[in-house]
C-alpha cells in the first residue's frame, strides 16, 4: 500500500478541526495535519510536501487567506481550500485573490467539501505545477527532475517522467501491458522488453540498490511505486 498523503488542516476550533481530520483519515488515503493557528501552520507547512491544505479565514493570529498568500509566496502550489463563517461576494473574491482554489462556507456537507477537493486535485494533476512525494524525492514533472532530500537534481528523460507520473497517479500496481500503452500508446514496434528497460534506467538513478528495488518495486505481472 503506497503511504498517505499528507493533508494540511488549519482551524482554531477544536471540535471542527477534530471531527474534519477523522473523516479526512477515514478516506483512506489521507494523513490530516492539524494546525491551530497561522503560526503553527507555518511551522507544520515546513515539514514536506502536501496533497491539498483546507485554512479557515478567522484564526487566533492572523486572516487565513493572507496565510494563503504566504504559503503560495513561498512554493506551496497544491490546492488550498478556505473556510470561512461569512458569505459575500467581496469574502469570496478576496479568498480568491489570495491564491485560493476555492471558498467554502460554513457550515457544509464533507462529502461536498471533499468532492470539492477532489476536483480541484484532477486540475492540479494535469497542471504545470504539480508536485509529488515519491519516496525521499521532489517529482517535479513539467521539469522532468526529482530532487532528493539535500537539493540535488536527477534529470529524467520524459518516458521515464511519463512513467513516475503515471504509476504515482495510480496508487496500485499497474500492469506491463498497461504502463506500457498508457506511456508509448498502441504501437506494435514497442514490446515490454522497452519498458523493461526504461525501469531498469529509472532504478539506476533513484535506487540505493538498484538490485533491490525499495521505491520502483516489481510485483506480480507489473510495477508499483512505494512512496
Known sequence: MPSAKRVLLVDDDAMLRAS????IAAEGEYQPIEASSCAEARARAKEGLYEFMILDVG??????RTLCRELRDGGVTCPILLLTAADSDADTIEGLKSGANDYVVKPFRFAVLMARIHAHLRSHEQSEEAVY???????RPSAKILLDPAGKRIRLTEKETNILKFL???GSTVARET???????????????????HIYRLRQKIETNPGQAQILVTESGGYRLVA
Do not use: C, K, M
Not at 474534519?20 to 473523516?23: F, G, V
Not at 484564526?59 to 487565513?64: A, F, K, S, V
Not at 512525494?133 to 517529482?139: H, V
Open 20 to 23: 474534519l481530520a477523522e473523516q
Open 59 to 64: 484564526l487566533p493570529d492572523g486572516d487565513g
Open 133 to 139: 512525494r515519491i519516496g525521499p524525492y521532489t517529482f
Open 168 to 170: 504515482h497517479r495510480s
Open 179 to 197: 504502463l506500457l500503452h498508457e506511456v508509448w500508446g498502441y504501437n506494435p514496434a514497442v514490446t515490454t522488453h522497452t519498458l523493461e528497460t
